[in-house]
């Protein structure tokens, strides 16, 4: 099954709340510190044209507002299209002003994850990573130390998102491998798996430019080689084929906008 992703960032999301729900709105009221409100309205924005464009519809107001994300009791989001479940599963991520957007069709488990690089203590990896996981880290060159770490966090994070528990669960219950890590370059997509000591096996892949790093995985093996290949070809439709963009769809729908444009904050 194919993945897809969209990433906006602040200046995408519009001022006004005409693109929200009623529901939404109230929510949003009860968000007072500035910046979790913005990565709210960050990760609705994204959330919402992934799936608009995922699914074919058209990029209007009434489509964006009513496509809702009501968070479960777990915190994990659900999609709701005009008060009936859609039939795709999402998960998302922010950072930095940067929100990233994974969907699938429902039937799947997806998480996504961005995390800005930064330099993590031995005491973090030691309390945190598996010794498999802290193996890859004492074998990392100490230019490439921030990144591994990081990377080994965000699919972590991923495949905790995509269970539903979130970091309520041990990390270590997350056995993270980011595929033939040292000799991926590039600004690609890079396969990796995972296993959850619950049985789950996920696959999936991770990104790294401008110091994020992005993961998004899905449960199930995937390829059976995919420890070893690169992903195929983005419209491959593989089971691990790279996740597909929906930038450029998103963008030939901006030509044909049919809502208030004029509140947009950004240019
Ligand atoms: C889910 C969690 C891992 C997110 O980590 P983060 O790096 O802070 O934030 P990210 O930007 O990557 O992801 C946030 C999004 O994850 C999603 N999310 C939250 N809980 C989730 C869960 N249990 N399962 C799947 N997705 C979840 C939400 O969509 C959230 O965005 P939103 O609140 O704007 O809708 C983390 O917040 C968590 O585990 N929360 C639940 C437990 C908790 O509150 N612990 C206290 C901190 S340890």
């Not at 009501?70 to 989001?77: E, M």
């Not at 990081?150 to 995509?162: G, N, P």
């Not at 997350?174 to 396969?191: I, K, M, R």
């Amino acid at each position: 099954m194919d993945a897809y992703w969209l990433e906006q960032t602040n200046s995408d999301v519009p001022s006004g709340d005409w693109w929200l729900s009623e529901s939404e709105c109230a929510r949003q009221g009860g968000l007072h510190i500035p910046k979790r409100r913005s990565d709210w309205r960050l990760g609705r924005w994204t959330a919402k044209h992934a799936v608009a464009v995922y699914l074919n519809l058209p990029r209007s107001q009434p489509v964006l507002a009513g496509v809702e994300l009501r968070p479960a009791p777990s915190g994990a989001p659900k999609v709701f299209l005009r008060g009936r479940t859609a039939p795709v599963h999402l998960s998302l991520s922010h950072s930095h002003g940067v929100g990233l957007c994974a969907i699938v069709r429902a039937g799947a488990e997806v998480g996504c994850d961005l995390e800005t690089v930064e330099a993590r203590s031995p005491i973090f990896v030691a309390d945190y990573f598996t010794d498999d996981e802290q193996e890859l880290v004492r074998r990392a060159p100490a230019v490439s130390r921030d990144q591994v770490v990081t990377l080994l966090w965000s699919i972590k994070e991923s495949v905790l998102k995509a269970l539903g528990c979130g970091l309520r669960s041990d990390t270590r219950s997350v056995n993270a491998a980011p595929a033939d890590y040292l000799n991926s370059h590039g600004d690609g997509w890079f396969p990796v798996s995972a296993a959850h000591d619950g049985g789950s096996q996920f696959y999936g892949w991770w990104r790294v430019s401008e110091d994020l790093v992005r993961t998004i995985v899905m449960e199930g093996r995937g390829c059976q080689n995919s420890t070893t290949t690169l992903p195929k070809a983005p419209d491959s439709t593989s089971a691990c084929a790279a996740p597909i963009s929906l930038a450029e769809k998103w963008r030939s729908l901006r030509s044909g906008l049919s809502f208030p444009e004029s509140t947009n904050s950004a240019a």
